[in-house]
């Protein structure tokens, strides 16, 4: 039997917004397969988690590409997929898959990757579902050739379709992916400037719930000035009738190969959620530098992360308490710099690119400029090797150590190898103290 369409719920933004208030970090899995039955059963093991929890349901990649055609031949020949099909399977089978689990307490996003999301999203909306993520710039440029211009015009139609056919009562919520751009090597100014700036092309496109998000990086220190950041510009940019809130991202790049590597960087990024005040965490699995994790070792992720956190005592001060730091500085001179282009962001983010005015380093898509290039520096912070025509400043200590090959390596494995080394360790005052590896590229 076919289930009911799901019971109204305050929305995505509406749960972690109460979340909050009560003082509960809110954790949540990448997780996706192809047959409804496994999906289910990924949904109710994270539901049942003893963690405070948010469901998702991660699309394949022929979705993902627009390869509908393949996604339904896959699922009519029962082959096995790298995620859930929400636009090949119907509606009605989305809806059992989600009967009894998706409600107020357990609200669930839809995760995809998609340059074009109009077909996710009219198929999420149809199952009743009022939850995405990703964005023009965001799930463009680190993923494929899709023009930007294309992308930009397929995400405000998204916008716009999801603002408009939400489920009576619900408030349509759509995460910004600009804070996560390629994972790693991206100085923090660029990362929160991309998320305020998606979020803004959201409202602007009919959303009134959205999130920021920012990916965990090198240094503790250097993140929690770049999330006090992402605070601040986004209560001064977004329209006062926009709900927000900050999702942080467990890192994103080269992970631990040690299992207690791997859940030291996890339980870090739990302690610096809370110490930031991030509404969600979303966790990663001691598996992630091996294969794709099992549903056991992302509810084990969850529970990791939830537990570090209850540890982890109060949030630091509010953003206000931070001044006006390099990271702030760096992320709202680019704001301001896209923003005055022109007023309909749709025209302004792909000039920014077309000018070199936002430029993602290590980024190959053919819209991307290309100049610019990040580096770790000796204290363990990113910084600029190279802007371009970006209207900041790069550091001179690049000019000593100029891009190698084997810079690069070492560049990408360096949180890998400091969280694997057996003399990594917490200080005790919230911030980790890996041992100092000195690193120039």
Known sequence: MTAPAPAPAPGFGGFVAASMTAGRLVVQPRMGFGDPGRMRAGLARTRAATAHTAGTLTVDSYTRVGDLAAARAAVAEGSLLNGYPIAAHSPATTRTVLDGLFDADFPVQVR?????????????????????????????LPYGRTPLRESVTAWAR???????????????HLESFGGCLLGQLCPPGLLVAVSVLECLFFARFGLRSVSLSYAQQTDPAQDEEALSALHRLAAEFLPDDVDHHVVLYTYMGVYPRTEQGATRLLEASARLAVRSGAGRLIVKTTAEAHRIPTV??????LETAAAAAALAGPPAPGPAAEGDGEVYQEARTLIETVLGLHPDLSRALPAAF???LLDVPFCLHPDNAGRSAGFVDPAGRLR???????????????????LTSAGLLAALHHVADRYDSPRHRDSGDGHDRPPATPLTV
């Open 296 to 301: 056991g070792e992302n509810v084990r992720a």
């Open 384 to 402: 600029w090797a190279r802007t371009g025509a970006m209207p900041i400043r790069p550091d001179t200590a690049a000019d000593a150590a100029p």
């Open 112 to 140: 995809h990757g998609s340059a074009r999301p109009l077909a996710i999203v009219r198929a999420l909306t149809a199952a009743g579902l009022d939850a995405t993520e990703g964005g023009p710039v965001s799930y463009c």
């Open 158 to 172: 998204a916008c716009e379709l999801l603002a408009s056919t939400a489920r009576p009562g619900a408030v349509p």
């Open 354 to 356: 077309e000018r070199g």
